[in-house]
């Protein structure tokens, strides 16, 4: 099991930026691929961007598509997400998981462990 404690959320105005971090301890952070969800109040959880093993793959939601990043450092056990132009609507609940394989999924049934979320608000 891995251990992920996210970070790095909080109230910005809508066309700002934010740097999530994701923590991950207690078993090879290389050997997951990782990825990041989010849920808003009233909505399913749903798919932002996930990260192949070695980096070499990134996968995002069309919604954010251009103005996120995801990266990750596994020196340092490390996933993070970029993000930039924020808009109200990426409010939300930010969670980073962890996916015992190679290539990052789009489904939370996909991954494996779950970090607790990180409140992301964008005001108008």
């Not at 099991?1 to 207690?26: D, F, I, K, N, P």
């Not at 849920?39 to 939601?61: L, M």
């Not at 980073?96 to 789009?106: D, H, I, K, Q």
């Amino acid at each position: 099991q891995v251990q992920l404690v996210e970070s790095g959320g909080g109230l910005v105005q809508a066309g700002g930026s934010l740097r999530l971090s994701c923590a991950a301890s207690g078993r090879t952070f290389s050997n997951y691929a990782m990825g990041w969800f989010r849920q808003a109040p009233g909505k399913a959880r749903e798919f932002v961007a996930g990260i192949s093993r070695n980096s070499g793959r990134t996968d995002y939601a069309d919604s954010v598509k251009g103005r996120f990043t995801i990266s990750r450092d596994n020196a340092k056990n490390t996933v993070f997400l970029q993000m930039n132009s924020l808009k109200p609507e990426d409010t939300a609940i930010y969670y980073c998981a962890a996916r015992n394989r190679v290539l990052p999924g789009t489904e939370s049934f996909e991954y494996d462990d779950w970090g607790q979320g990180t409140q992301v608000t964008v005001s108008s």
